[in-house]
């Protein structure tokens, strides 16, 4: 037993390694240089002795709210906005931990960075899980290859920024705050516009077959 915990010690260089770590990030899309500024005044109010763990547990505590929500009530029309909702809290205290992280110093912290991407890997798998239940897609390989993608995006980037110690997101779509404005935003249009019983795996390919036929 003490053999097996001491092969997972780290080494002298692998422990001065851990303390130069370096962690940056970089947001080129456009809705971070729309959104930064708001985040970055709440942030000066929020008080320094709420460390940024926190901030990140209540964002895993409220995706997880709307994955349930998702769950219980697919075909609400409420529901769906409310999920909507939710993920926009969700990816505002995102936000405001990073913020919150090097404003106390500790956004070099191993727990911190551990804690951070940890919930970010369990975020994916809820958002994944809100997104399509929300529309009505219940095909298993869809599913499994909307939640492969989204792994995929979310592991290269982790493992870049492990590399070059900067996470860097791109402009496009795969932009994790583009992102997750569209899913609001889809959220939304879903509520607001289709029926309870809406699907989008049963209605849009009957409404191109009239629209084609």
Known sequence: MTQAVSSFRLTSSEMESLRSYNHA???????ARVLHPGYYRISQWTPTWIPANALTLIGLG??????????????????????????????SLDWLDGLQARRTGMHNHPAILLTDH???????????TVI?????????WA????????????????????????????????NPTNGLV??????????VLAPDSWSIERDIPRHLWVVCG
Do not use: N
Not at 66 to 79: F, G
Not at 132 to 140: D, E, K, Q, Y
């Open 25 to 31: 990030r970089v947001d080129s899309s456009w809705v």
């Open 62 to 91: 409220v995706s997880a709210v709307a994955c349930v929500i998702s769950l219980t009530w697919p075909s609400s029309r409420c529901a769906s906005i409310g999920c909507a909702a939710l993920l926009t809290l969700y990816a």
């Open 118 to 128: 940890g919930c970010d890997a369990f975020q994916v798998w809820l958002v994944t």
């Open 132 to 140: 399509t239940s929300s529309l009505g897609i219940r095909s298993p």
């Open 143 to 174: 599913c499994f290859v909307i939640l492969t993608a989204s792994y995929t995006v979310f592991y290269f980037t982790i493992w870049e920024s492990l590399m070059v110690s900067r996470l860097t997101f791109p402009s496009g779509l795969w």
């Open 182 to 191: 569209l899913i609001a935003l889809i959220l939304v249009l879903r509520g």
